[in-house]
């Protein structure tokens, strides 16, 4: 039953974007107009990959970019910008939109909406070698109220941790990825919590035979990110969501993805439908 | 080393940014340290209150908490500065303060007879201050500003949270992309450390020509 009222609410969303692409949104119409759209990257690979000169490249900011062509926008202008700053940027029109693995989370579609998934993958532990507190959920972190763990805060990581059961005091914050896993070789912390692709090129960066990966963590849904638009931008993200269907229909989605890691057929099945509550 | 020092370009971009801000913030405090200083020395009442509500807003409070609030909470009440903008204003407005008291602190210090003196000869309020007790209260503020200006180059670090690519973040982003930690860090610190010697080597500069002719220890203890 579930499944049929999301396939007619999907096809009336489709229906409406349908109609709003011959009146063009305000939004989409200034974006042409200008020829670029300033998008907010936060500085995670594989999500997105800053050249040594700053041009910003990566999953994220790659399809963000196939997508506003299509729609007729012919320049991304990155903005790199702390995770932190995100929400706030949109929310007081700093960029047109947001992209790079911010998820899809109930408590910041209040603030924020997003497009259709683009990004989705497993999550991951990084531990010392031969995973001597043997963590492999989250639930075997908060059984030992000794061990440490570190994640960003905010981050959907520390949510999945308070929700099973790993007591607030056992969390240290890192400021970017690199500090946590600093943290973890100093002993400072046990283990390391990120997104699964986050964690692997962090992990193949450092190079350090110390340290172990340990994916997928079972118990916690697969983390799907998208693009993120300001409340007032639903005309826009509709748009947005067509082109994006167009780009995976033609197969050129998993072209732009599939190099980085990612996986084409993980956002199949997903949609900010289910992921926000009352869909929004 | 190499893999960091490849990033030369936006470490080239991140330390223009850093130097644009710090000047530009510098030459807002300086403006604002007069304006809000000497207001503080007014005879009137409601000027002083307005300097001290000012002096205690901007001292009182984080400059990383005014920074957010001045990109991200104005333009909901339809007040817009670009990064940069908010960035030297906070800055500037921050650094203002403290330096409007190193301005009272320099004006006081000169002494009582000059003021009297430059009344005798019937000079204006404006003429006393412009020709007799200000050139006198300068070399008395230069050190203590030569030090505030060193806070403010560092203080250029927080500006990254407002979307302002400065060196720190810069550094930051080094970081994320090559996982390296402390080469991008020791080159930053080196960065800093000459732009601050470079600013420290102007200050001196700066406080030998205003003290030329004049002994700073008599105008300041008289």
Not at chain 2, 14 to 42: D, Q
Not at chain 2, 80 to 98: M, S
Not at chain 2, 111 to 116: I, P, R, S, V, Y
Request: aromatic residues 10%; proline residues 4%; charged residues 15%.
């Amino acid at each position: 039953m579930k499944k049929i009222i999301l396939f007619f609410a999907s096809f009336l969303i489709l229906l409406v974007s349908a109609k709003s692409s011959f009146a063009e949104s305000d939004t989409l119409k200034r974006l042409k107009k200008q020829g670029y759209a300033v998008v907010a990257v936060a500085n995670e690979p594989p999500y997105s990959d800053i050249k040594s000169d700053g041009y910003v490249t990566g999953a994220a900011p790659d399809v963000a970019r196939a997508v506003l062509t299509i729609l007729g926008v012919e320049e991304l202008k990155a903005e790199v910008i702390m995770y932190g700053a995100m929400i706030p940027a949109l929310q007081a029109k700093r960029v047109d939109m947001a992209t790079s693995g911010l998820y899809i989370k109930p408590d910041r579609c209040e603030s924020i909406i997003y497009s259709e998934p683009d990004l989705c993958g497993a999550e991951a532990f990084a531990v010392p070698a031969g995973n001597p507190n043997n963590l492999l959920t989250y639930e075997d972190i908060g059984a030992n109220p000794d061990l440490k763990m570190t994640t960003c805060a905010g981050c959907a990581e520390e949510k999945y941790a308070l929700e099973r059961g790993v007591n607030a005091n056992q969390i240290v914050y890192f400021d970017t990825p690199p500090s946590g896993i600093k943290m973890l070789q100093q002993g400072r912390v046990d283990v390391f919590a990120l997104s699964g692709l986050g964690t692997q090129d962090l992990l193949q960066k450092t190079n350090d035979p110390n340290l172990e990966l340990i994916m997928p963590i079972s118990g916690v849904p697969i983390g799907c990110a998208g693009a993120a638009f300001n409340m007032n931008d639903i005309e826009f993200r509709a748009e947005y969501n067509m082109a994006l269907a167009k780009l995976k229909a033609t197969g050129e989605f998993a072209a732009i993805i599939e190099p980085y890691g990612f996986s084409a057929e993980a956002t199949a099945g997903e949609s900010y439908l289910t992921r926000c509550p009352d869909g929004k | 080393m190499n893999q960091v020092l490849s990033f030369y370009p936006i470490l080239i971009d991140g330390t223009i940014t850093t130097i644009i801000l710090t000047i530009l913030g510098a030459i807002l405090a300086l403006v604002i340290s007069f304006i809000v200083g000497l207001a503080r020395i007014s005879t009137f009442t409601s000027i002083r209150v307005l300097a001290i509500v000012y002096l205690e807003f901007f001292r009182g409070s984080s400059a990383l908490v005014q920074m957010f609030f001045i990109y991200f909470v104005l333009p909901m009440w339809g007040i817009y500065f670009d990064a940069l903008t908010a960035g030297v204003i906070a800055c500037g407005c921050n650094v203002g303060a403290y330096g409007s008291e190193v301005v009272r602190g320099a004006v006081l210090a000169v002494g009582k007879e000059q003021h009297e003196a430059s009344k005798a000869l019937n000079y204006s309020n404006y003429k006393r201050y412009r020709y007799v007790i200000i050139p006198q209260a300068i070399p008395i503020m230069i050190p203590t500003f030569g030090n505030l200006l060193i806070e403010l180059l560092k203080l250029t670090a927080v500006a990254s949270l407002i979307t302002i690519s400065d060196l720190t973040f810069m550094a930051h982003i080094i970081r994320v992309q090559t996982a390296l930690t402390l080469e991008p860090f020791l080159v930053i610190l080196v960065i800093y450390f000459i732009i601050a010697s470079v600013l420290v080597k102007i200050v001196d500069l700066i406080a030998k020509k205003f003290s030329k002719g004049r002994n700073i220890m008599i105008a300041g203890e008289n």
